[in-house]
């Protein structure tokens, strides 16, 4: 599959047929031991009707008030482009590898901006932070992941400082924390199992071909372990023809 010959929305057509967990298996695979995978995001208003929300990430960097760079100007929500995923997050210094993963209260995001966001054709948002207005999510159809929630809006805390930079997050890890980014147009695949990356330095082509023959390899191993064959045994047979 010749990726450079697909336009972002072909990509975007041919991800979101799989899920987060088909894209982390394929990541696997070419290397990536997290499998592309953010954690502790959670899925507050559904996908419907296709496998997953995917695009290109459109991010926006909140930081606190007393923060030396100035606000932007522009409205980040105004300006969304189509098919792409709404990426909010947090300086590193305003996070934490522990629950509730953000020392920022105050929700970044709410019922409007995807309500503006729907309307401008993004694909879903994901906030490194809280949301509120979870009934407005869900009565729009309008997907959304989040840390967690809250009620109160953004503005008497924090302030948006940057549109389509680099979002640093603080990773816990087995050994050591670590910090991965999520950058401007990377591709963002989600459902209600979580939200992955697929790191720009990723052979998109040779993800794009692995995953459908996994999925249908998978396929194989399911319908013999329905069939009391050992799942090791086929997981060997049929992942091997891949």
């Known amino acids: 599959m010749s990726v450079k010959a697909l336009t972002t929305k072909e990509v975007v057509s041919v991800l979101r047929k799989y899920t987060p967990c088909d894209v982390s298996d394929a990541l696997n695979k070419f290397?990536?031991?997290?499998?592309g995978f953010i954690p502790n995001l959670v899925n507050r208003s559904p996908v419907t009707s296709l496998a997953s929300a995917v695009g290109r990430a459109y991010t926006v960097l909140y930081a606190p008030k007393l923060d030396p760079r100035p606000a932007v100007k522009e409205s980040y929500i105004d300006n969304v482009p189509e098919d792409l995923i709404v990426v909010i997050g947090l300086p590193v210094e305003a996070q934490t590898t522990s629950h509730p993963f953000v020392k920022v209260n105050n929700a970044l995001y709410g019922g409007l901006m995807s309500t503006r966001a729907q309307y401008r054709k993004a694909n879903g948002s994901?906030?490194?932070g809280r949301i509120r207005d979870l009934d407005e999510h869900n009565d729009l159809g309008y997907p959304v992941w989040s840390y967690g929630v809250g009620t109160s809006?953004?503005?008497?805390?924090?302030?948006?400082?940057g549109i389509n930079v680099p979002l640093d997050i603080k990773v816990a890890g087995i050994d050591n924390d670590q910090v991965v980014s999520i950058h401007p147009?990377?591709?963002i695949v989600a459902d209600k199992n979580g939200v992955v990356r697929i790191p720009?330095?990723?052979?998109?082509?040779?993800?794009?071909?692995?995953?459908?023959?996994?999925?249908d390899a998978d396929t194989h191993v399911s319908e013999d372990i329905k069939k009391g064959k050992g799942a090791t045994e086929s997981q060997k047979y049929w992942r091997g023809k891949i």
């Open 31 to 35: 290397g990536y031991a997290d499998g």
């Open 126 to 128: 994901v906030v490194l």
């Open 153 to 161: 809006a953004p503005g008497p805390l924090v302030k948006v400082v």
């Open 185 to 187: 147009e990377d591709y």
């Open 200 to 215: 720009e330095d990723a052979d998109l082509a040779a993800v794009l071909e692995y995953i459908p023959k996994r999925v």
